[in-house]
Every structure is written in structure tokens, then in C-alpha cells.
């Protein structure tokens, strides 16, 4: 944790420094296409993209709609397998890798944070946590207290017994990245995690997300918002199913509250 | 996943649709019921019919005289033709081979006097192989002696339901009492015999000397000297029962003097056979109409895939969930599997006491026997879970076949 620290407040100091250089890559795309097939057309979705995202980063992934962005997500989240291209995912490579190995790289690699939340109904918050821990192979014993840390993590250590349907938006999201965050995961992909969210609310969730990624984990953020953007520290943009912008920059937000808690 | 993880996971999802899952479960309910109270009832008459049998005597036949059958629409029904006479049980007991008991039962009724207490009972004048031929032994005191039928002695030997009303607690071995007005003297109690196939009670009977009965009891008018009404032939086990049937018929038919081609004018019969068949009438019944249950339980299966399918559209985005956080399609196929057989076996518990307690109405309501083996309960919950099983698989399949990508998205 400390050396992850390190690197993160290192790059923070002499920005823009390239994370790739400092840290082995966890994502590592090379020639990916995606193409669809829609009755006699075929939709190429992703076009030939290369991409290499360093262990520890935060970055942005933005453009229009259908300009590719969430095809990548979904690949990058272990849910689908490019049509031609290689994608690895911390070294394996989903092309090659069986269902129930993908199912298993999601449980335990990737956690996924959704704009409409995705809680389950008449659930309580520690069971919503506690879900994807019922699919780990092997699955672990401590159920319930490491669902109790990562509430407390996420500041809702107090209303674990709560329903969805008694939590405010922000609170609601708030059990997501807890649920996401149960399986130590090295990457928590999120999907316009802010879209359903308030300003206020939006930037709480942004900050939170800053913080656990100076903790050391891979954030990767799909948002069509430039404000939510700026809280991340490498942009890339999508267009027509190519990467047509990829910045690295000291992030512009959220920058302190990460920096008072890694020192 | 474990399999308590899944249980959980489907009592949750079916509490939440209470009224939904009741309705859904009524097919099941419906069909497991009627699978129990068939079945208990129609097994219970036959363990009747088999108690009956069993009541009759094993290895026998019975012989009367009269056609039953109908021939030319005349038909003066039994015992009004020639009867059967003590010269036929001779020549049978001498020339068909395996006969180790042979008895006669010449029946009549009449008043029966104890003191104070009066009673009509069936009197029947038998011979001493009575008790061996039908398997019905004297419990307590002795049974008739060839010297009783020589003598035709007043002597009786009564049945249970005769001693219950005559003597109560008394012992009645040994007492007199008075059979159609004359002196008689208890010599012998029946064992317990119970119903006989028609219901009636055969423990009510008075069992007195042939020859007495003959003489004295059952009217001289009506009665030829020497016959001895239906007779009943016990043969040994390695005798084939149709074998001695053909050999009786032509020893009657040449005694009778019956031209070859006329039409006997006795009987013999195979009781048990011809009880045995009824039973298996009724088993064949039981079963058919099990088996309609069973279209039931079809039936019952299509609401529940029908509701499962349902299921599994509107639960869509949280199977895309599962399937985000790492379930696998195993996961999914068996939490939807777990659900509907869930469905099932709560309307098999139902459909189960329900089947029970009618079936228990029926026994009361309708004094008909009803028998509840372990083993139908046991088959109605296997069909249940058989079902749940088989209706469930189709929208299991389904939701674990779900692409992760498109359930997550949709609304």
C-alpha cells in the first residue's frame, strides 16, 4: 500500500508522468475490434483500439453515445469477448478464457458500480453487500463483518439494515461501491455512476471514488459529463469506435481530499 | 453458491409475490390431492376385498345347486333346482382327489333365547370339517363330533355377535338356551370372522348338527331329507383348484343324470377368484383415475413454468446483476431451479394435507376403509419435485442463458 502511495503522490507532484511507466499495466488491449451484426449490417463498434491501463490509475472514458465507450467498458468488465484482438485483464486474456472463467475474473477482479445502482429489491444493505461473496470460489466465512467494514468504508456503518427503498440516491450508490468493493477487487469499473445523482451527491460519490483509488485501486469511470471527468486523471475519448483523445493530467478535483488521506 | 443460498434466495423472491405464487401452486395443490385421496381410498377398498378373500378360506370351492346363468331367459335363481344332497358329499369326498374337508351349510334363521333375552340369528346346520373348510376355528369349548350329526344333537356352537348379545359377560359354554323354542346346549364359541363380501355380519350365527338342522330346525316341508344346502370343499395346496372344479362338475352331472349339452343345474364356484377379479376391476380404477390426477399435476406443471418464465422477464436486470458480480450459469440455472421446485413442494405439503384430511373425511363421512401408505406420500412428494424439476428447467435454461450485457440494460 505504501509503495502504491508512493507512486500515486509521485505522479501527483510531477504531473503529467505516464502511471504505464511506473506500474506493470493491469488492462492491455492490442488490434480490439467489436462488431455487431443488426440483420444484413454490421456495426463495428470498436475498431482496432490498443490501450494499456497501469495498476493504480483513474481515468475517464467519455464520448457520445455509440461512439464505442461502452462496448470498451464492457469489455474491460470481463462481459463479453472481443470479436477479433486480444484484451487482458491482470495478465489473462478474456479471448481464451471459458464462461465460468470470466464469471470468476468479474467475482474476483473487477468490481462494477451502475448508474441506476442495481440493488436488489427488499434487500437489506449487508445482504446487497454481501452478494457477490455468495458466488466467490472459495467462498469465504466472514461474510457479514467484511460487509460491515466496507459499509463503515463507505460511511454507512450505521444503516446496514436498511432497505433501497429507505436510502437516498447518494446512500443507495454508496451500498453499490461497498458491494463492489467486498472482493478486494483491482478494478472498480464504474458506469456513469453519477448520472442518476444530484451535483452535490454527484461530487460525494466522485471523492469517494478518489479516495479508494489512492487506497490503490484501479478506477475506470464511463461518463459522458466533463465535470465528473476532471475528477479522474487520464481522459480518454471515443469516437466512432476509435480512441480520438487520451490526456494524463494531475486530476483537477478531488485531488486534496485523496492527497489528506494518503498522508 | 451454496444450496441454503439459493433456498433463501427463492423464499424471498416467492414470499414477495404471496398471492402469485398461492394461485401458481393450486394446479400442484390440486393434483397432489387427488393423487393421495384416490389412491388411499381405492387401496383401502381393496385391503376390504383382500380381508374378505382371506375370510372365506383358502383352496376352496363352493358348490349350490340352481343356474345362475340365465340361459333362454329363465332363471329361478339358486337353490330352487335339485339340491345338493349328503350322497353327492360322499361320492365328492370319495372320488376327487386333494378334498381334505368337506361341510355343508344349510341356512335358515331364527329366535334364539337366553333367559330373558331374545335374539334373531342365522342358523346354520353344518358338518363337523365346517370350522377347517372355512378356516373359522371354535375359540373356546369343543366342535361338533360325527356323533353330534348322528345323533343330530341339540347342541349349538355360536358366533361372536350371537354370545355378544345373548350372554354379554357370561361364559356361555355349557349353558342352555333355546333355539326356535327347543332345548339346546352350548358346546363352542366362533373365533371373530367379521363381514363377509355383501357386509353382512358373519359372526352373527348359530351353528347347530346338519342332521338337526335338517330335521327339526329349518322346516321339514321345505326340505328334502337329505340335503345339505351349499357345500363347501377345502382342497389340499397342491390340488389345482380348476382341475377339481372340472372333475366336481362331471361328477354332479353324471350323478344328476344331465345329457351331454343340457345346461348344469348347479354351481361351482372359485370365490376367491371370482372376488379377486373384482379387485383387481377396482385397481385398475384406482389407477385410472390416479392417473387423470396425474394430468393434473401436468396441468399444474405449465402454471408453474408459466410463472417461472414470467419470473425470470421481470427479474432480468437482477440476473444481469448476479451475473455482473460473478455468478456463473450454474448459479443462475440452479437458483431458478431451487425456485420452482420450492413452488412445488409447498404445493405438494399443501396438496398433501389436504389428501389426507379428505381422505379422512371419507372414512368417517362414508364408514368407507381408507388406507394413507407412507409410500403415497412419498410418490405425491416426488411427482411434486419431479414436476417443479421438469416445468422448471425451460425458464431456468432461459435466465442462465441470459447475455450479462443486454439483461444489465434492460428496464
Redesign the interface.
Known amino acids: 500500500m505504501n509503495s502504491v502511495a508512493a507512486i500515486i503522490e509521485a505522479s501527483q507532484v510531477s504531473a503529467p508522468v505516464a502511471p504505464q511507466s511506473a506500474a506493470p499495466a493491469l488492462i492491455r488491449a492490442s488490434g480490439v475490434s467489436k462488431i455487431y451484426r443488426m440483420g444484413d449490417q454490421t456495426v463495428r463498434a470498436l475498431d482496432d483500439v490498443s490501450l494499456e491501463i497501469a495498476k493504480g490509475d483513474f481515468v475517464a472514458i467519455m464520448g457520445a453515445s455509440g461512439s464505442g465507450k461502452s462496448t470498451m467498458m464492457?469489455l474491460i468488465?470481463a462481459?463479453?469477448r472481443p470479436t477479433t484482438g486480444h484484451l487482458a485483464i491482470d495478465g489473462r486474456d478474456i479471448a481464451t478464457m471459458s464462461?465460468?472463467e470470466l464469471?470468476?475474473l468479474?467475482?474476483?477482479t473487477i468490481g462494477?458500480v451502475?448508474q441506476q445502482f442495481?440493488l436488489?429489491?427488499?434487500?437489506p444493505a449487508l445482504n446487497q453487500v454481501i452478494?457477490?461473496l455468495?458466488?466467490?470460489h472459495p467462498?469465504p466465512d466472514d461474510l457479514e463483518a467484511r460487509a460491515h467494514h466496507r459499509l463503515e468504508q463507505v460511511g454507512l456503518g450505521k444503516r446496514t439494515d436498511h432497505l433501497p427503498s429507505q436510502l437516498s440516491g447518494g446512500q443507495q450508490q454508496r451500498v453499490a461501491i461497498a458491494?463492489a468493493l467486498i472482493?478486494n477487487p483491482k478494478i472498480l469499473l464504474a458506469d456513469e455512476p453519477t448520472g442518476a445523482l444530484d451535483t452535490k451527491t454527484s461530487e460525494e460519490i466522485m471523492k469517494l471514488f478518489g479516495e479508494l483509488n489512492a487506497e490503490g485501486i484501479t478506477v475506470i469511470i464511463v461518463t459522458h459529463e466533463p465535470d465528473i471527468a476532471d475528477f479522474a486523471r487520464r481522459k480518454l475519448v471515443f469516437r466512432d469506435g476509435k480512441i480520438i483523445d487520451d490526456t494524463e493530467r494531475a486530476p483537477l478535483k478531488a485531488a486534496t481530499a485523496a492527497k489528506d488521506r494518503v498522508l | 453458491?451454496?444450496l441454503f443460498?439459493s433456498l433463501a434466495i427463492a423464499w424471498?423472491a416467492l414470499r414477495?409475490n404471496l398471492l402469485r405464487s398461492i394461485l401458481t401452486t393450486l394446479g400442484i395443490i390440486i393434483g397432489v390431492a387427488s393423487v393421495i385421496i384416490l389412491v388411499s381410498v381405492g387401496s383401502g377398498a381393496r385391503v376390504e376385498v383382500e380381508k374378505q378373500i382371506a375370510s372365506l378360506g383358502s383352496n376352496m370351492l363352493v358348490v349350490f345347486s340352481g343356474s345362475s346363468r340365465g340361459m333362454g331367459g329363465r332363471s329361478a335363481g339358486a337353490g330352487t333346482d335339485l339340491p345338493i344332497a349328503e350322497g353327492d358329499v360322499a361320492a365328492i369326498r370319495d372320488k376327487v382327489q386333494g378334498v381334505i374337508a368337506i361341510s355343508g351349510q344349510l341356512n335358515g334363521s331364527g329366535p334364539v333365547v337366553n333367559g330373558n333375552t331374545n335374539w334373531t340369528t342365522t342358523l346354520s346346520g353344518v358338518h363337523p370339517d365346517f370350522a377347517t373348510v372355512r378356516d373359522w376355528p371354535v375359540r373356546a369349548g369343543r366342535d361338533f363330533t360325527p356323533q353330534d350329526i348322528r345323533a343330530s344333537a341339540k347342541v349349538v356352537i355360536l358366533g361372536q355377535t350371537a354370545v355378544k348379545q345373548l350372554f354379554q359377560d357370561e361364559d356361555p359354554i355349557g349353558a342352555t338356551i333355546r333355539v326356535k323354542s327347543a332345548p339346546f346346549q352350548v358346546i363352542g364359541v366362533l373365533a371373530p370372522k367379521g363381514q363377509s363380501a355383501m357386509g353382512r355380519d358373519q359372526d352373527d350365527v348359530a351353528l347347530i348338527p346338519m342332521t338337526t338342522a335338517r330335521g327339526y330346525i329349518v322346516g321339514k316341508s321345505q326340505v328334502q331329507s337329505d340335503q345339505v344346502g351349499q357345500l363347501y370343499i377345502k382342497f389340499d395346496n397342491s390340488t389345482d383348484l380348476k382341475d377339481a372344479q372340472e372333475q366336481i362338475e362331471t361328477l354332479l352331472r353324471q350323478r344328476r343324470r344331465i345329457q351331454p349339452g343340457a345346461e348344469d343345474n348347479f354351481n361351482v364356484r372359485n370365490l376367491a377368484e371370482t372376488m379377486k377379479a373384482r379387485t383387481e376391476v377396482l385397481s385398475t380404477m384406482t389407477y385410472l383415475l390416479a392417473a387423470t390426477s396425474v394430468i393434473s399435476l401436468i396441468v399444474g406443471g405449465i402454471g408453474i413454468m408459466n410463472i417461472m418464465l414470467v419470473s425470470v422477464t421481470e427479474r432480468t436486470?437482477?440476473i444481469?446483476?448476479?451475473?455482473?458480480?460473478?455468478?456463473?450459469?450454474r448459479?443462475i440455472m440452479r437458483q431458478f431451479l431451487v425456485e420452482a421446485v420450492t413452488l412445488c413442494l409447498i404445493g405438494g405439503l399443501i396438496g398433501i394435507a389436504l389428501g389426507v384430511g379428505a381422505a379422512a373425511i371419507v372414512a368417517n363421512a362414508a364408514d368407507w376403509p381408507v388406507v394413507i401408505s407412507p409410500a403415497v406420500i412419498a410418490l405425491a412428494m416426488a411427482a411434486a419435485a419431479g414436476t417443479g424439476i421438469v416445468f422448471g428447467y425451460f425458464p431456468a435454461r432461459r435466465a442462465s442463458g441470459l447475455n450479462?450485457?443486454e439483461a444489465?440494460r434492460s428496464e
Open positions: 464492457n468488465g462481459l463479453d464462461s465460468d464469471a470468476d468479474r467475482n474476483g462494477f451502475f442495481n436488489l429489491p427488499r434487500t452478494l457477490p455468495l458466488y466467490a467462498r458491494r472482493n | 453458491m451454496t443460498d424471498t414477495s436486470r437482477e444481469g446483476l448476479r451475473l455482473a458480480v460473478g455468478a456463473r450459469q448459479d450479462p450485457i444489465l
